[in-house]
């Protein structure tokens, strides 16, 4: 370094590595790929992992949990293999599965729309290459998505010039949920069950009046689940001064965002029943998650106003033509 200094010529090479990492971890995505086509030892540094877990976390981390990890990992390994001329695992287009078929993983499910990105790929840049694909909008990653009174599992795809997302759905095919959907209606899945998999609750035994929650529905036994917000209600019989709700076996779940008037306000369920309760009129009900975090409570809370307007408004003129239609034929 002293001899570089002498001759007015400074390297990044040159200086310690301490400092080095100081100054690269300050670098953006962009900036460290420029920096990393300088030689072969920064391209090396530049795209190991330990510069880009930074980027990742902070421009992701609200969105993907562990299970888009396992994913990239899988497809990562899959390219190691050299099993893209598979044709199991991908179609003529080069993408990994189909939006209209079966996906190859049966983990959550991803999709990679070009698994050519992936040719040449190594260990050494995993976040590198993971961080791109999703800037890029080619990997679809498992989240859920906030829609109207429902929260969706879905597969979801980045756009970096509106940023925003786009989602699609399974039920029956994989259906497009929406575009433009902006960063707080996306978040990581709550829990690791796959969509079509009943949550298994470990807070029944404990919940009680006011416990917030969120419940699986689906409206027939072939759909994925749906999760819904609710609050643990008290029974009809109870005296709210000596409440005894959290030791009875039946449970009430109210649905507040529904108005006091309508049917889907409040449901029984049994605690004792460990399964999916509910019939064909009413949808089916599988697994509780209670909810502990102020911060989704609120996101659910603030999504109510709008759509507790419609449905009381719907619910309203659903009324008034039932006593236009008796005085009719009363008439």
């Given at each position: 370094m002293?001899?570089?200094?002498?001759?007015?010529?400074?390297?990044?090479?040159?200086?310690?590595?301490?400092?080095?990492?100081?100054?690269?971890?300050?670098?953006?995505?962009?900036e460290l790929c420029t920096v990393?086509?300088?030689?072969?030892?920064?391209?090396?540094?530049?795209?190991?992992?330990?510069?880009?877990?930074?980027?990742?976390?902070?421009?992701?981390?609200?969105?993907?949990?562990?299970?888009?990890y396992k994913e990239w990992e899988?497809?990562?390994?899959?390219?190691?293999?050299?099993?893209?001329?598979?044709?199991?695992?991908?179609?003529?287009?080069?993408?990994?599965?189909?939006?209209?078929?079966?996906w190859p993983n049966l983990y959550l499910g991803s999709y990679l729309e070009d698994c050519k990105v992936l040719n040449g790929q190594r260990p050494n840049n995993f976040l590198m290459s993971l961080?791109?694909?999703l800037e890029s909008g080619r990997f679809w990653f498992p989240a859920q998505v906030y829609k109207g009174l429902m929260l969706h599992n879905a597969l979801v795809s980045y756009d970096s010039e509106s940023n925003t997302f786009q989602a699609r759905y399974?039920?029956?095919?994989?259906?497009c949920l929406g575009r433009n959907i902006e960063w707080d209606m996306v978040r990581v899945p709550s829990v690791d069950s796959p969509p079509y998999v009943m949550h298994v609750s470990d807070c029944l035994d404990?919940?009680?009046?006011?416990?917030?929650?969120?419940?699986?529905?689906?409206?027939?036994t072939h759909c994925p689940y749906d999760w819904w917000y609710a609050v643990i209600g008290h029974l009809d019989s109870c005296n709210k001064n000596n409440c005894q709700c959290h030791w009875s076996d039946t449970l009430i779940v109210e649905f507040r965002q529904y108005p006091e008037i309508s049917s889907m306000r409040r449901i029984r369920l049994s605690r004792k029943n460990t399964g999916e309760q509910g019939d064909p009129r009413s949808g089916y009900y599988g697994?509780?998650?209670?909810?502990?975090?102020?911060?989704e409570i609120e996101k659910w809370k603030k999504l109510f106003p709008s759509q507790v307007q419609v449905h009381a408004t719907w619910t309203l003129l659903v009324t008034i033509l039932h006593i236009l239609s008796?005085?009719?034929?009363f008439l």
């Open positions: 002293e001899k570089n200094m002498k001759n007015g010529l400074v390297s990044l090479l040159d200086l310690p590595e301490p400092t080095l990492d100081l100054i690269l971890k300050c670098f953006s995505p962009n990393s086509e300088v030689c072969v030892s920064l391209k090396d540094k530049c795209q190991s992992d330990h510069f880009w877990e930074h980027h990742i976390k902070h421009k992701w981390g609200r969105v993907i949990g562990d299970a888009v899988w497809h990562i390994t899959i390219a190691k293999e050299g099993s893209f001329l598979n044709q199991n695992t991908n179609n003529q287009t080069g993408s990994m599965g189909t939006f209209t078929g079966v961080y791109f694909s399974q039920t029956g095919g994989w259906r404990n919940l009680k009046p006011e416990d917030h929650i969120e419940i699986q529905w689906r409206g027939n697994g509780i998650r209670k909810l502990h975090n102020e911060d008796f005085n009719v034929s």
